[in-house]
Every structure is written in C-alpha cells, then in structure tokens.
C-alpha cells in the first residue's frame, strides 16, 4: 500500500460547513496528490505537492485549498462544502524523483455533503 | 471532448477468456502510459507502466502502445474472476506526472 492513509475515511457533513482530509505517507516520497473520483469522470486531479510549502494546482481546484507543512503530510480543505463536492477522494504519492517513477493510491476517502 | 477516452462497459467474458481493454486519447504529448486496476471501494492499483510505443509483458498481462494512432491496450490472458473490477487507463506528460485518466472499464469475468 506504499505506506499511504487517508483520514477520515467516511464523513459526512452540511452544505456550507469546513471539512479537512488528511493524507499521511511513512517513505517521505517528495510528490503527492489529490484526485476526486465521480461516476462517468474516473479520477480528476486537484491539487498536487512537490515539496513542503510548495504546491499547484490540477484540473478541478475550484473550491479546495491545500496545505503541506510536513513531508509526510498532505490536507485537502473544502472551505466551504458544496453538494458538488461528494465525492471519493484519494491520495497518491510518486515513488521516486523522476517523472518516469510510478503513483500510488491511498484507500480513499468518501464524503457526502447533504 | 476528453483527453482520455475508454469505454465504461460493463464486460462480461467467461474465464479463461482473452480480455482487451482499449483507451484513446487526444493530447501527442502524453509520454507515460498506465493501467491501474481498482476493486469495489478500494483504491486503485498500479497494474502496468510503460512510456514507450510496443508491448509490454507481465505475467498475464500484456500493455500495448500505439503512439502514432494514440491507442492503448491492455490484453489479460486465461481471465480469472479475480479480475472482476473496473480497469482504468492512465497517462501523464511532464516532470510532475499530473495523471489524465479515462473513465474505467467494468470487467466481470464469470465462472
């Protein structure tokens, strides 16, 4: 599982309210990611980490903030939770320094805004 | 139009069965191709990686690449129901291998 965990790993919340999902790695690999995952879209990136402090955004941003203070750590916030936004999240990470090196996939988390 | 094209199924083939699974896409600058397969409620997982036209041989997959048509393949010989889960095509271009993924193809092999 390339030592990757996504926390919570249901939840379910009300239009209008913060929600913070956390993804957490052991190998200290440099890159990571966010994906949502929805019926008749497969997995769209979100945002992505190339370091601590540094990170850019994917093709459905819109809505979501990151933050990356620790190697091991990546947080997607939703500011504000739309209905939009239920979806299942994943966490990857890049497994080496090379843009050849292949992603790994977290469990995935499922949330719902009502 | 989609970057990344796949037909979402569902297949069904009875085991032991050839199974191809098929991607296009529109963007020539794609240099990194992957399979991942994903169970129900779980994430997914790498199954092959290739970056360069040709196949590729693992076990009983097979991953194809066609640059020139902008076609990819995966090919699963003697299917076991095992492999009942969606299948998803992958692919990236550039140093932060920002994946573009096709919609996912539904197998079901049956006994």
């Known amino acids: 599982d390339a030592g990757i965990t996504q926390s919570p790993r249901h939840k379910v919340t009300e239009t209008g309210t913060p929600v913070t999902l956390r993804c957490h790695q052991t190998e200290n690999h440099r890159y990571m990611y966010w994906y949502r995952q929805d019926p008749g879209h497969g997995l769209r990136l979100i945002h992505y980490?190339?370091?601590?402090?540094?990170?850019d955004k994917g093709e459905v941003s819109d809505g979501y903030s990151v933050s990356r203070s620790k190697t091991e750590d990546f947080l997607l916030t939703l500011e504000s939770a739309t209905s939009s936004q239920t979806s299942v999240y994943f966490c990857?990470?890049?497994?080496?320094?090379?843009?050849?090196?292949?992603?790994?996939f977290g469990p995935g988390t499922r949330l719902t805004v009502l | 139009q989609k970057e990344v094209e796949q037909d979402p199924g569902p297949l069904s083939v009875p085991e032991g069965a050839i199974v191809s699974l098929n991607c296009t896409y529109s963007n020539s600058a794609f240099q990194y191709f992957m399979w991942y397969r994903q169970y129900s409620r779980k994430g997914p997982e790498l199954l092959m990686y290739?970056?360069?036209?040709g196949n590729k041989e693992d076990g009983r997959f097979t991953a194809q690449v066609d640059k020139s048509s902008k076609y990819i393949s995966l090919f699963i010989r003697d299917s076991q129901p095992s492999d009942s889960a969606t299948y998803l095509c992958a692919m990236s271009v550039g140093t932060a291998s920002k994946l573009t993924f096709g919609t996912g193809t539904r197998l079901q092999v049956t006994l």
């Open positions: 990857a990470i890049r497994s080496g320094s090379t843009a050849y090196n292949e992603q790994f």
């Open positions: 290739t970056y360069s036209s």
């Open positions: 980490s190339y370091g601590v402090k540094d990170t």
